[in-house]
C-alpha cells in the first residue's frame, strides 16, 4: 500500500493514492468524516459540468441497470443531530428516492430512527372499491437490516391483509392511527408472528399513509421502543404523523414511476408492432386486418375479429362542441376490469343486451390463417341472431374484459348454435381510442393449443386493444385534418370578405334615435322593408329587441348589440334573396308572431331572444346556392357537412361572430343560460333546412290531431320552435301581393342563377325552377311550393293558435294570384314581367286591318328591389288573333 502523498505532493500524486485506496477511503468517509465534508464531498460529486436537457433518461437507466444512491451516513452521526435538523435531514433523504423497494426500506429505517423503534413493516395498498388489501411491501425491518434481506424477507412472508383485520387493516379501512401499549391484550393482534420468529412484541404504533388526495396507499407500523419506555408517547405519535406525511407522497411519486417504467419497458417490446401498425394512415380495412394479423400470430389463435361502433369523424357532434363552453369536464371511459367467465352468466350478457344493445357498424374478421378478411356491416337483426356478437356487445357495454375458458359451457348449451358453435375459448377486449371513448370490441377466438387464454395473453391482447384504438383514433384524425383542411379555406374565404363592424359605425348607431315599433310596422304581418334604408333596418332591428325587454332583462350592453347587429348585417353577401333584408323580415314575421300572434305566452324569455337571433342569423353567409349545389361541387362546406350543408355553415357564423371582441350579446347569461339558448340558436336555424322541416312536419301535427295543448316539455317546445322557423322563413309568400310577386321575382332570380353556374361548370341541365329558359312555369311553381309547404303549416297553426291566422289568410289570396297567372300561362298568354303589377289585359283581338301588335317583354333576370333595371327584351310580332296578358 502507498503510504499518503506529503504536503506538497501534487493532485495528481494525491488522486492516484485515493484512486489506489478506494476501500479504505469509503470507509474513512463512512466512520469519521465530519459531515460538512461529506456534504462537499456530496455537493462535488453532483455538481453537473454541463447543462442538462432532461432527467428522465437517466431515471429510467438507473431503475434498468438497479444501481441505488448512496447509503445514508452514519446512524452516530444521526443520533447527534438536533430534533428538526434529523427530521429535515431524513426528509430529504427520501424526498428523490423512485425505487419503491429503496424508498419503503429507508422510511422504515428512518422512523425507527425517530421514534426509537425497535422494528418496523410497511403495507401497502392493493385492489379497488371493497375488494382492497394491504400486502406487505418490507417486514420486520430494523435500522441495521440491509435492502437486500428486508426484501428477500417480505416475498418469503408474502403477506395479504384484507382491510378491516387485524391492527393494520382496520387502520387501513377507518383511516386512524392505533397505539398499543401491550400487544397480546389487544384482540386485534395476532401472535402467529411471534410463534414463529420467537420475537415477542409488546408496543405497536400504527398509522395509515395517505396520498395528496386524502387516500390510505399503505400503512406503517413500528413495533417496541429500544429504550425504557413501554409504549410510544404522544411525541413519538406527532413524529411518526408528519414524517409519513411526506412520505405519503414519495410513495405516490415512486408507484407512479414504477408503473411508467413497466409501460416503458412494454413500450419498447411493442414498438415494432407499432411502426407496422401506424403505416396505415388512411385505409381503416387495412389497418385493422394488420392489428388482427399480428394478434393472431403472437397469440396463436385461430380466428380473430375487430366489430367497431359508429365511426363519425365529428360531425354528428360537431356543433355541440361548438355550443360548449371553456372548462367543460371530458367524461372518459372507466378503466377497463378483468372479468372470469366464472363471475358472469350467459344470462347476464343477454340481460345486459335488452337494457343496453351495442350496434356495431362494421365487423372485420380473419379466417383461414390470416389469409382472408371478412369485412360486414350487419343490421341489428343480424346483431341479435350472432351470439358471438352478443358476447362483443356484453363486453362494450360494460366496459369489460370477458376471457370465456369453456364456450359451450358457459353457454349452457342452447345458446352455442351458430356463429359461436365451434367456439372454444373466447377473449374479448374492448377498445378505447385516443380520448378514452368507447369505439368497438376486439375478440380472439381459440387458442391454437385449445388451452384457455392466459392472464399473460390478457396483457398482450390488451396492449394490442391499445394500440387498436389508438390506430382507428388516427385514421379519424386523417379524415378530420382533411376537413380542417376543408374548413381552413372556408375561414380564409369568409376572412377575406367578412369583417366585424367597425367602431365609427357603430358609434353612429349608438347615437341615433330609433323610431317606434309602429313607426316601422313591425307589429304587422304586412311589414316591408322596401322602403327602409339600411341605417333604418339596423334600427328597427333594435327597435324588436327593446319591445321584447331583452335588452334589460339579459343586461345586454346597448353598445355590444349595436355592433352585434352591424357585424351580423355585414356579414350578409348581397346576392339577390338571401340577404340581411330576407333576415330582417324572417325576424320581423318572429316578432310579429310573438307580440301580435300572442305566440310569447307559451316561450320563455329566453326562448324569444334565441329565436330572434336564429331569425337573424339563419342565412349567414349565403352564397346563392343550395346545399345540393354545394354537394354537386364538392364544395369545401360539402366536405364538412353531409348534411344541412349551408344551415351547419351559418351556425357556425353565428358562433364566431358572437365570440368576437365586443359582439357577445350572451355575455352576461350564467352558464346553463348560455348553454341552453346556443342549443336553441343551433336547432332552429337547422330547422330551416326544409328538409328538417319535412321530418318533423309529420309529427308535429300528430300532436296537433291529438289536441295537444301543453307546449313546455323540451321536446315539444323544441318541434314548435323548428315549425315556427319555417313558417316565418317562408312568410313572404303571405306579404301583400304586390309585395310577394316582387320578391317572387328575386328568389327566381337568385335560382336562375344557379342554374347558370350548372349549365356553365357542371355541364348538367338544372332542375325547372332553376332554369332560366322555363321561367314562364314559375306560377305553377309558386302553387306547388304553396299547395306543398305553406299552406299545410299555416292552416294548422292558425287553427291551433288563432292569432297568426294573417299569415293563412295572405297565403291562401296569393295562391289565387299566382293560379290565375299559371292559367293565363297554360292557355298560351306572354307573362310579361314589371317590377309593377298591372291589371292583366285580358285579350287584344287585333282589327281587321293588318298593323302589327309590338309589346316589350322583360326577362325574369333582376337585380334587387332597391334597384329597378330598363326593360330588357326583344319585340315580339303578333298577327291574327294572339292575346297577351301584361304583368
Given at each position: 500500500?502507498?503510504?499518503?502523498?506529503?504536503?506538497?505532493?501534487?493532485?495528481?500524486?494525491?488522486?492516484?493514492?485515493?484512486?489506489?485506496?478506494?476501500?479504505?477511503?469509503?470507509?474513512?468517509?463512512?466512520?469519521?468524516?465530519?459531515?460538512?465534508?461529506?456534504?462537499?464531498?456530496?455537493?462535488?460529486?453532483?455538481?453537473?459540468?454541463?447543462?442538462?436537457?432532461?432527467?428522465?433518461?437517466?431515471l429510467f437507466q438507473r431503475w434498468l441497470v438497479g444501481s441505488h444512491p448512496?447509503?445514508?451516513?452514519?446512524?452516530?452521526?444521526?443520533?447527534?443531530?438536533?430534533?428538526?435538523?434529523?427530521?429535515?435531514?431524513?426528509?430529504?433523504?427520501?424526498?428523490?428516492?423512485?425505487?419503491?423497494?429503496?424508498?419503503?426500506?429507508?422510511?422504515?429505517?428512518?422512523?425507527?430512527?425517530?421514534?426509537?423503534?425497535?422494528?418496523?413493516?410497511?403495507?401497502?395498498?392493493?385492489?379497488?372499491?371493497?375488494?382492497?388489501?394491504?400486502?406487505?411491501?418490507?417486514?420486520?425491518?430494523?435500522?441495521?437490516?440491509?435492502?437486500?434481506?428486508?426484501?428477500?424477507?417480505?416475498?418469503?412472508?408474502?403477506?395479504?391483509?384484507?382491510?378491516?383485520?387485524?391492527?393494520?387493516?382496520?387502520?387501513?379501512?377507518?383511516?386512524?392511527?392505533?397505539?398499543?401499549?401491550?400487544?397480546?391484550?389487544?384482540?386485534?393482534?395476532?401472535?402467529?408472528?411471534?410463534?414463529?420468529?420467537?420475537?415477542?412484541?409488546?408496543?405497536?404504533l400504527c398509522m395509515p399513509i395517505c396520498n395528496y388526495e386524502g387516500e390510505?396507499?399503505?400503512?406503517?407500523?413500528?413495533?417496541?421502543?429500544?429504550?425504557?419506555?413501554?409504549?410510544?408517547?404522544?411525541?413519538?405519535?406527532?413524529?411518526?404523523?408528519?414524517?409519513?406525511?411526506?412520505?405519503?407522497?414519495?410513495?405516490?411519486?415512486?408507484?407512479?414511476?414504477?408503473?411508467?417504467?413497466?409501460?416503458?419497458?412494454?413500450?419498447?417490446?411493442?414498438?415494432?408492432?407499432?411502426?407496422?401498425?401506424?403505416?396505415?394512415?388512411?385505409?381503416?380495412?387495412?389497418?385493422?386486418?394488420?392489428?388482427?394479423?399480428?394478434?393472431?400470430?403472437?397469440?396463436?389463435?385461430?380466428?380473430?375479429?375487430?366489430?367497431?361502433?359508429?365511426?363519425?369523424?365529428?360531425?354528428?357532434?360537431?356543433?355541440?362542441?361548438?355550443?360548449?363552453?371553456?372548462?367543460?369536464?371530458?367524461?372518459?371511459?372507466?378503466?377497463?376490469?378483468?372479468?372470469?367467465?366464472?363471475?358472469?352468466?350467459?344470462?347476464?350478457?343477454?340481460?345486459?343486451?335488452?337494457?343496453?344493445?351495442?350496434?356495431?357498424?362494421?365487423?372485420?374478421?380473419?379466417?383461414?390463417?390470416?389469409?382472408?378478411?371478412?369485412?360486414?356491416?350487419?343490421?341489428?337483426?343480424?346483431?341479435?341472431?350472432?351470439?358471438?356478437?352478443?358476447?362483443?356487445?356484453?363486453?362494450?357495454?360494460?366496459?369489460?374484459?370477458?376471457?370465456?375458458?369453456?364456450?359451450?359451457?358457459?353457454?349452457?348449451?342452447?345458446?352455442?348454435?351458430?356463429?359461436?358453435?365451434?367456439?372454444?375459448?373466447?377473449?374479448?377486449?374492448?377498445?378505447?381510442?385516443?380520448?378514452?371513448?368507447?369505439?368497438?370490441?376486439?375478440?380472439?377466438?381459440?387458442?391454437?393449443?385449445?388451452?384457455?387464454?392466459?392472464?399473460c395473453d390478457v396483457s398482450l391482447f390488451e396492449a394490442f386493444a391499445i394500440?387498436?384504438?389508438?390506430?382507428?383514433?388516427?385514421?379519424?384524425?386523417?379524415?378530420?385534418?382533411?376537413?380542417?383542411?376543408?374548413?381552413?379555406?372556408?375561414?380564409?374565404?369568409?376572412?377575406?370578405?367578412?369583417?366585424?363592424?367597425?367602431?365609427?359605425?357603430?358609434?353612429?348607431?349608438?347615437?341615433?334615435?330609433?323610431?317606434?315599433?309602429?313607426?316601422?310596422?313591425?307589429?304587422?304581418?304586412?311589414?316591408?322593408?322596401?322602403?327602409?334604408?339600411?341605417?333604418?333596418?339596423?334600427?328597427?332591428?333594435?327597435?324588436?329587441?327593446?319591445?321584447?325587454?331583452?335588452?334589460?332583462?339579459?343586461?345586454?350592453?346597448?353598445?355590444?348589440?349595436?355592433?352585434?347587429?352591424?357585424?351580423?348585417?355585414?356579414?350578409?353577401?348581397?346576392?339577390?334573396?338571401?340577404?340581411?333584408?330576407?333576415?330582417?323580415?324572417?325576424?320581423?314575421?318572429?316578432?310579429?308572431?310573438?307580440?301580435?300572434?300572442?305566440?310569447?305566452?307559451?316561450?320563455?324569455?329566453?326562448?324569444?331572444?334565441?329565436?330572434?337571433?336564429?331569425?337573424?342569423?339563419?342565412?349567414?353567409?349565403?352564397?346563392?346556392?343550395?346545399?345540393?349545389?354545394?354537394?354537386?361541387?364538392?364544395?369545401?362546406?360539402?366536405?364538412?357537412?353531409?348534411?344541412?350543408?349551408?344551415?351547419?355553415?351559418?351556425?357556425?357564423?353565428?358562433?364566431?361572430?358572437?365570440?368576437?371582441?365586443?359582439?357577445?350579446?350572451?355575455?352576461?347569461?350564467?352558464?346553463?343560460?348560455?348553454?341552453?339558448?346556443?342549443?336553441?340558436?343551433?336547432?332552429?336555424?337547422?330547422?330551416?333546412?326544409?328538409?328538417?322541416?319535412?321530418?318533423?312536419?309529420?309529427?308535429?301535427?300528430?300532436?296537433?290531431?291529438?289536441?295537444?295543448?301543453?307546449?313546455?316539455?323540451?321536446?315539444?317546445?323544441?318541434?314548435?320552435?323548428?315549425?315556427?322557423?319555417?313558417?316565418?322563413?317562408?312568410?313572404?309568400?303571405?306579404?301583400?301581393?304586390?309585395?310577394?310577386?316582387?320578391?317572387?321575382?328575386?328568389?327566381?332570380?337568385?335560382?336562375?342563377?344557379?342554374?347558370?353556374?350548372?349549365?356553365?361548370?357542371?355541364?348538367?341541365?338544372?332542375?325547372?325552377?332553376?332554369?332560366?329558359?322555363?321561367?314562364?312555369?314559375?306560377?305553377?311553381?309558386?302553387?306547388?311550393?304553396?299547395?306543398?309547404?305553406?299552406?299545410?303549416?299555416?292552416?294548422?297553426?292558425?287553427?291551433?293558435?288563432?292569432?297568426?291566422?294573417?299569415?293563412?289568410?295572405?297565403?291562401?289570396?296569393?295562391?289565387?294570384?299566382?293560379?290565375?297567372?299559371?292559367?293565363?300561362?297554360?292557355?298560351?298568354?306572354?307573362?310579361?314581367?314589371?317590377?309593377?303589377?298591372?291589371?292583366?289585359?285580358?285579350?287584344?283581338?287585333?282589327?281587321?286591318?293588318?298593323?302589327?301588335?309590338?309589346?316589350?317583354?322583360?326577362?325574369?333576370?333582376?337585380?334587387?328591389?332597391?334597384?329597378?333595371?330598363?326593360?330588357?327584351?326583344?319585340?315580339?310580332?303578333?298577327?291574327?288573333?294572339?292575346?297577351?296578358?301584361?304583368?
Amino acid at each position: 500500500m502507498m503510504t499518503p502523498p506529503a504536503a506538497d505532493d501534487d493532485l495528481v500524486s494525491a488522486g492516484q493514492w485515493l484512486e489506489s485506496n478506494g476501500a479504505l477511503v469509503e470507509q474513512w468517509l463512512k466512520q469519521h468524516a465530519s459531515f460538512d465534508l461529506r456534504r462537499r464531498v456530496q455537493d462535488a460529486v453532483a455538481a453537473p459540468t454541463s447543462r442538462r436537457a432532461s432527467t428522465t433518461p437517466d431515471l429510467f437507466q438507473r431503475w434498468l441497470v438497479g444501481s441505488h444512491p448512496p447509503v445514508l451516513r452514519p446512524r452516530q452521526d444521526l443520533e447527534s443531530m438536533e430534533e428538526s435538523e434529523l427530521f429535515m435531514e431524513l426528509i430529504r433523504d427520501v424526498a428523490n428516492e423512485l425505487d419503491i423497494d429503496v424508498l419503503c426500506h429507508k422510511i422504515l429505517r428512518n422512523v425507527s430512527l425517530l421514534t426509537r423503534a425497535d422494528r418496523g413493516s410497511l403495507f401497502l395498498t392493493r385492489g379497488d372499491g371493497d375488494d382492497k388489501y394491504l400486502v406487505a411491501k418490507l417486514f420486520d425491518v430494523r435500522h441495521d437490516t440491509s435492502l437486500e434481506e428486508a426484501v428477500k424477507l417480505a416475498r418469503t412472508e408474502d403477506l395479504r391483509i384484507p382491510f378491516g383485520v387485524g391492527i393494520a387493516g382496520t387502520v387501513a379501512k377507518n383511516k386512524i392511527l392505533i397505539n398499543i401499549s401491550d400487544a397480546y391484550n389487544d384482540p386485534r393482534f395476532s401472535s402467529d408472528v411471534d410463534l414463529k420468529t420467537g420475537y415477542k412484541t409488546n408496543s405497536i404504533l400504527c398509522m395509515p399513509i395517505c396520498n395528496y388526495e386524502g387516500e390510505v396507499i399503505g400503512v406503517a407500523q413500528i413495533i417496541n421502543k429500544t429504550n425504557d419506555s413501554q409504549e410510544f408517547t404522544p411525541h413519538d405519535v406527532e413524529v411518526f404523523r408528519r414524517y409519513l406525511t411526506f412520505c405519503g407522497i414519495g410513495i405516490q411519486n415512486a408507484q407512479l414511476f414504477e408503473v411508467s417504467v413497466l409501460e416503458y419497458k412494454r413500450n419498447q417490446i411493442l414498438l415494432n408492432l407499432a411502426r407496422s401498425i401506424f403505416e396505415e394512415q388512411n385505409n381503416l380495412e387495412c389497418l385493422v386486418t394488420k392489428i388482427m394479423r399480428e394478434a393472431q400470430d403472437l397469440l396463436k389463435c385461430e380466428r380473430c375479429a375487430v366489430y367497431l361502433m359508429d365511426l363519425d369523424c365529428g360531425e354528428a357532434n360537431h356543433l355541440e362542441r361548438i355550443v360548449e363552453r371553456p372548462g367543460r369536464i371530458i367524461r372518459r371511459h372507466a378503466p377497463l376490469n378483468r372479468v372470469e367467465s366464472g363471475s358472469v352468466t350467459a344470462e347476464d350478457m343477454r340481460e345486459s343486451g335488452l337494457r343496453a344493445p351495442c350496434s356495431f357498424t362494421t365487423i372485420f374478421e380473419l379466417r383461414d390463417d390470416g389469409t382472408k378478411t371478412l369485412v360486414s356491416r350487419p343490421s341489428s337483426f343480424d346483431l341479435q341472431c350472432s351470439t358471438l356478437a352478443q358476447i362483443a356487445s356484453y363486453a362494450a357495454s360494460t366496459g369489460q374484459i370477458l376471457n370465456i375458458g369453456d364456450v359451450r359451457t358457459w353457454l349452457n348449451e342452447q345458446h352455442s348454435e351458430g356463429d359461436a358453435e365451434s367456439a372454444r375459448t373466447i377473449l374479448c377486449m374492448p377498445i378505447i381510442n385516443g380520448q378514452r371513448t368507447l369505439i368497438g370490441v376486439a375478440q380472439l377466438i381459440n387458442k391454437d393449443n385449445g388451452a384457455p387464454f392466459t392472464d399473460c395473453d390478457v396483457s398482450l391482447f390488451e396492449a394490442f386493444a391499445i394500440f387498436c384504438g389508438l390506430g382507428i383514433h388516427n385514421t379519424q384524425m386523417y379524415e378530420n385534418a382533411c376537413k380542417l383542411m376543408a374548413k381552413q379555406k372556408v375561414a380564409l374565404e369568409c376572412l377575406s370578405y367578412h369583417a366585424t363592424a367597425s367602431n365609427d359605425a357603430t358609434d353612429k348607431l349608438i347615437k341615433e334615435e330609433v323610431p317606434s315599433a309602429e313607426n316601422y310596422n313591425l307589429y304587422s304581418f304586412t311589414f316591408i322593408d322596401f322602403e327602409l334604408s339600411d341605417e333604418d333596418t339596423c334600427k328597427a332591428t333594435i327597435r324588436m329587441f327593446l319591445e321584447c325587454n331583452l335588452v334589460q332583462q339579459f343586461h345586454i350592453p346597448y353598445e355590444v348589440l349595436c355592433r352585434w347587429i352591424l357585424s351580423v348585417k355585414k356579414n350578409y353577401r348581397p346576392v339577390k334573396y338571401h340577404n340581411w333584408r330576407h333576415a330582417l323580415n324572417v325576424a320581423q314575421t318572429m316578432f310579429a308572431m310573438f307580440k301580435t300572434g300572442k305566440m310569447e305566452r307559451f316561450m320563455s324569455d329566453l326562448e324569444m331572444l334565441g329565436l330572434l337571433v336564429a331569425c337573424l342569423c339563419h342565412d349567414l353567409d349565403h352564397r346563392g346556392t343550395n346545399n345540393a349545389f354545394q354537394t354537386k361541387t364538392e364544395s369545401p362546406l360539402a366536405i364538412l357537412y353531409s348534411t344541412s350543408t349551408m344551415e351547419h355553415h351559418h351556425f357556425d357564423q353565428c358562433v364566431m361572430i358572437l365570440n368576437t371582441d365586443s359582439n357577445n350579446i350572451f355575455q352576461a347569461l350564467s352558464t346553463d343560460d348560455y348553454r341552453r339558448v346556443m342549443k336553441l340558436v343551433e336547432t332552429a336555424i337547422l330547422s330551416t333546412d326544409l328538409a328538417m322541416y319535412f321530418k318533423k312536419r309529420n309529427k308535429f301535427l300528430e300532436l296537433i290531431d291529438n289536441g295537444e295543448f301543453d307546449w313546455q316539455s323540451d321536446d315539444k317546445k323544441e318541434l314548435l320552435s323548428g315549425m315556427m322557423m319555417t313558417a316565418c322563413d317562408v312568410s313572404a309568400i303571405a306579404k301583400p301581393w304586390d309585395v310577394q310577386h316582387r320578391v317572387a321575382k328575386l328568389v327566381a332570380d337568385e335560382f336562375f342563377d344557379q342554374g347558370d353556374m350548372e349549365k356553365m361548370q357542371l355541364k348538367e341541365q338544372p332542375i325547372a325552377m332553376m332554369d332560366r329558359e322555363r321561367k314562364d312555369e314559375l306560377p305553377q311553381m309558386q302553387v306547388g311550393f304553396i299547395d306543398v309547404i305553406c299552406l299545410p303549416l299555416y292552416r294548422v297553426l292558425s287553427e291551433t293558435f288563432p292569432w297568426v291566422k294573417p299569415l293563412y289568410q295572405g297565403t291562401l289570396e296569393n295562391r289565387k294570384n299566382w293560379q290565375d297567372l299559371a292559367e293565363k300561362v297554360e292557355m298560351g298568354l306572354t307573362w310579361i314581367d314589371h317590377d309593377t303589377i298591372d291589371k292583366p289585359v285580358e285579350a287584344f283581338a287585333d282589327t281587321e286591318e293588318t298593323k302589327d301588335i309590338e309589346l316589350t317583354v322583360q326577362t325574369l333576370h333582376t337585380t334587387p328591389a332597391c334597384q329597378q333595371l330598363p326593360p330588357l327584351g326583344h319585340k315580339l310580332k303578333r298577327n291574327k288573333h294572339k292575346l297577351c296578358c301584361i304583368l
